[in-house]
């Protein structure tokens, strides 16, 4: 017969033990929460009182404008972050690209390729500088400009403001390459804001040569106005298959952004709102008002003690249940050793039905009365002993470490209801040489452990009992 020495957590029995510990539990809650909430008070009301000792008519001035200080910065913060939402609010109305459908508009794209006379000569060690980038740094920073913007504005039907106009257009660099996208809500918006922007671009090219480098600009590759939605709202390709595909979520994540940063707006304002209205003018009577405070303060802490109480009470209840690992009801005796148990007493009385249903749940059938204990585990000594009369079984030992008066009552006990000395007192053999003598002429053995012992103290039995060869033919749990 082998042994887990692996430990087991019961959750539940935890549980249970903690609803019978239940006194203690409150017990502690109730201390703590007492002694944090007389702290706190105790505090309190010291620091309430140094502070009424030694404050004077000017003390009560600075209050009064620390106050009115605070008020004035909370209203200035919440003006100014009023006219950003509003302002924001107003924008949002007129833009194009802020009321665009995110599955449903229209875009267009092209690509300008740089060329320069830069070329790479792989005899020099020495290059010449390449200005191709610079180049391409100065068509985007062109295309940014209100420059370019305002003539581009001119050249449209639609009225749109140049902050309108900018965020429709969105500007990439390439290698060697501008990458340009325009997005609107109608194909007319699209294509004529990409016309202008191309016309743009040509005229600011002989601009560029002379203040920058001389080039050649190509247009690459150009779309027209397409409506993106549904599922072709991934990309847009170009009619040159060799361009790289324009991404379609700008959009979208422009709209993202410009919400967030409303969203941002809002919560800094409400939190203003909120830090203003817990401002507290100074008044006469500010000292009834901060003794409140204080009786307030200690109440809370004295639940915040009462609850951290239970819960130290229940961890240490729990801690020392898993670390000390006793056994707790006979179905445990059954599950981990694989040991029949023939009789399970645990005193008790009744004191209602909840106290009976936690007493079930905690120790199973575990009989309150010792005699009915008694005849239990006579019956089963009997019904065992019959059932294997053919091995004839005379004497059995009765080994454990319970109180020794314990031990003999119940030897005595089930020896005067069978009429014979079938159980004999043996005692602990783990520590007593008396009691390993006396098992020595003993086949059978039935093993006693009440809810103190442990678990491995009660392995640590059944193993000396294997190692004499000793069969274990049951368990008793007493108490």
């Not at 980038?133 to 039907?157: F, G, H, R």
């Not at 990458?179 to 609107?184: A, D, I, L, Q, T």
């Not at 009992?465 to 274990?472: D, N, P, S, Y």
Request: charged share 25%; proline share 1%; glycine share 6%.
């Amino acid at each position: 017969m082998t042994y887990d020495d692996e430990m087991e957590i019961d959750l539940i029995q935890l549980f249970l033990l903690c609803l019978r510990k239940w006194k203690t539990i409150l017990i502690t809650a109730v201390v703590l929460g007492v002694i944090l909430a007389g702290y706190k008070g105790g505090k309190g009301l010291a620091s309430l009182r140094a502070a009424s000792a030694a404050s004077t008519e000017s003390d009560e001035e600075i209050s009064q404008d620390q106050y009115d200080a605070g008020k004035a910065a909370y209203d200035e913060q919440i003006k100014l972050l009023d006219d950003m939402i509003k302002e924001n609010n107003a924008y949002k109305e007129s833009s194009v690209l802020m009321n665009l459908d995110s599955n449903d508009y229209f875009s267009a794209g092209s690509m300008y390729y740089v060329k320069t006379d830069y070329q790479i000569m792989p005899e020099m060690s020495i290059q010449n500088d390449d200005y191709t980038d610079d180049v391409v740094d100065a068509y985007i920073t062109y295309i940014n400009s209100n420059e370019c913007l305002s003539y581009i504005k001119s050249q449209l039907k639609e009225d749109l403001s140049l902050r309108n106009l900018k965020e429709l257009i969105k500007v990439t660099k390439g290698v060697h390459s501008i990458n340009v996208e325009v997005y609107g809500d109608s194909a007319e918006l699209v294509d004529g804001i990409m016309a202008a922007l191309d016309e743009a671009v040509m005229n600011q090219s002989a601009q560029i040569g002379e203040k920058v480098h001389a080039h050649e600009l190509s247009l690459l590759g150009k779309t027209k106005a397409d409506n993106v939605s549904g599922s072709a709202h991934e990309k847009i390709v170009f009619e040159d298959k060799n361009l790289k595909p324009v991404e379609a979520g700008y959009v979208k994540a422009k709209q993202t952004d410009f919400a967030n940063l409303q969203n941002s707006l809002i919560t800094q304002r409400d939190a203003a709102l909120t830090m203003k209205s817990r401002l507290t003018e100074p008044t006469e009577g500010g000292t009834a008002s901060s003794l409140k405070s204080v009786l307030k303060s200690a109440v809370k802490f004295g639940i915040i003690g009462g609850v951290a109480g239970a819960f130290l009470a229940a961890f240490i209840i729990c801690l020392k249940a898993i670390i000390v690992d006793t056994v707790n009801n006979a179905s445990e005796i059954t599950r981990l050793f694989g040991i029949r148990v023939f009789g399970d007493y645990k005193s008790g009385k009744s004191t209602g039905k909840c106290a009976d249903m936690l007493y079930r749940m905690s120790y199973g059938d575990a009989s309150p009365d010792k005699a009915d204990f008694i005849g239990v585990l006579t019956a089963n000594i009997d019904a065992y002993v019959e059932a294997f009369k053919d091995k004839e079984i005379n004497e059995i030992s009765f080994v454990g470490r319970l109180k020794t008066e314990d031990m003999k009552e119940i030897v005595s006990s089930v020896n005067s209801s069978e009429s014979s000395e079938l159980l004999k007192f043996a005692g602990d053999i783990l520590t007593d040489s008396e009691a390993i003598r006396t098992i020595s002429d003993r086949k059978y053995a039935i093993v006693a452990v009440d809810r103190n012992t442990t678990k491995n103290d009660f392995r640590k039995q059944l193993e000396k009992l294997q190692g004499l060869e000793k069969t274990v033919i049951g368990a008793v749990l007493f108490d």
